[in-house]
């Protein structure tokens, strides 16, 4: 009886032993099929994108050049103005003042001038018979050419008086938009004093700046053996608005800034673009997208990847045996893929999705390989 005891338990504990390899042999033997990608080489088209704000060619300041009252406001904010329209009008007394005064002033030494002038030519003909002295008729010849130096310092101080007036009208000194408004009619305004701001926005600039590494491969990377000749060998650059939205037309890079700013450590750009439209407003901010293309590299699916402490990782696939391989990556602008600069050959093969089921090792079946493409 003790026997057939034993012998039982020893068929039983073969039967557990079979069923364990047989589990483990299934484990072994690929049991679900993977897609693999067959790398070539090929130039994947990149950006890079960089916060940017829009200002106008220019945007001046408009300031009394007197002191006064405002008058008149001819224009509102957000209006559209040409140079030399009037914007305000100014009441200023003193300079009213001023030219009153110096009108009387110009009439006074005129007939201060047209007495000595008399005195001259009644007294020439008399020191001529030896009727008065020469003293007494030079006298007078200097009474004259003073009268006519003060007239012409009066009609001097005339001009500047009408000059002075004519700054009671503020016009615009150039074509553009009117900007904020801060003070009303009634108000007292001097020559420190912001009445409004005109901006040029005929054309815009964009500017945005690349920190000092970014900015050595950028220009390491556009033809030309100076500054001025990359930037004239530079691909047109686009503007992204505010609202996520890629305005109509190319600007070009105009300007880089010869230091590195110490304190930010980056470099100054400016992007002009054509705003014919009115559609750019000084002040307002965008992104600006350098193109470039990056040459002989692998264009794979993000799918295809994963990662491991910040490093980005493929199954490579050698024979029927995945490997994780480490590679570098750059994203590319559709968001879903990435040009591969470096971990990786021509013709190898990687696995392209469903990379979260693998281990490093592990056999598996492919169902399908296909060239990578841009």
């Given at each position: ?73 001819y224009v509102d904010e957000g209006s559209v103005v040409r140079a030399g329209q009037i914007l305000f009008k100014i009441n200023s007394p003193s300079s009213e003042q001023a030219l009153t005064s110096a009108k009387a002033s110009v009439s006074s030494e005129k007939a201060q001038v047209n007495t000595a002038k008399v005195n001259v030519d009644r007294y020439r ?111 047109p650059v686009s503007l992204i608005l505010a609202d996520g939205s890629e305005y109509e037309d190319k600007g070009r890079i105009e300007t880089i800034t010869g230091t590195v700013d110490v304190t930010t450590g980056s470099a100054n750009f400016r992007a002009e673009f054509s705003n014919k439209q009115g559609r750019l407003r000084s002040g307002t901010s965008g ?88």
């Open positions: 009886m003790k026997t057939k005891m034993i012998l039982s338990g020893a068929i039983a504990l073969l039967g557990l032993a079979s069923c364990g390899n047989s589990g483990q042999t299934n484990q072994e033997a690929p049991s679900q099929e993977y897609p693999v990608m067959v790398l070539n080489k090929q130039d994947a088209n990149m950006q890079s994108v960089y916060p940017a704000t829009i200002k106008g060619q220019e945007d001046i300041e408009i300031k009394p050049r007197i002191d006064g009252y405002i008058e008149a406001i003909p008399l020191a001529e018979k030896g009727i008065v002295s020469e003293v007494q008729l030079q006298t007078y010849e200097n009474a004259y050419e003073t009268a006519l130096a003060s007239l012409e310092q009066a009609e001097a101080t005339l001009k500047n008086a009408q000059a002075t007036m004519s700054w009671t009208t503020v016009t615009s000194p150039v074509d553009g938009v009117v900007g904020e408004i801060p003070y009303r009619k009634g108000s007292l305004v001097n020559n420190s004093n912001t009445l409004t701001t005109i901006a040029n926005t005929g054309n815009v600039y964009a500017y945005f700046s690349l920190n000092e590494r970014k900015l050595m491969s950028f220009l390491d990377g556009v033809e030309g053996s100076t500054q001025s000749e990359k930037i004239r060998n530079m691909e992104k600006i997208i350098i193109p470039k293309t990056l040459e002989n590299v692998f264009v794979i699916p993000q799918k295809a990847t994963f990662s491991q402490q910040d490093k980005v990782l493929v199954y490579k696939l050698e024979g029927d045996t995945v490997k994780q391989q480490l590679i570098s990556v750059q994203t590319m602008p559709n968001g879903q893929d990435y040009a591969v600069t470096s971990g990786l050959s021509d013709g190898d093969k990687i696995v392209s999705d469903g990379v979260a089921t693998l281990r490093n090792g592990m056999r598996i079946a492919t169902k399908q390989e296909y060239l990578s493409q841009n």
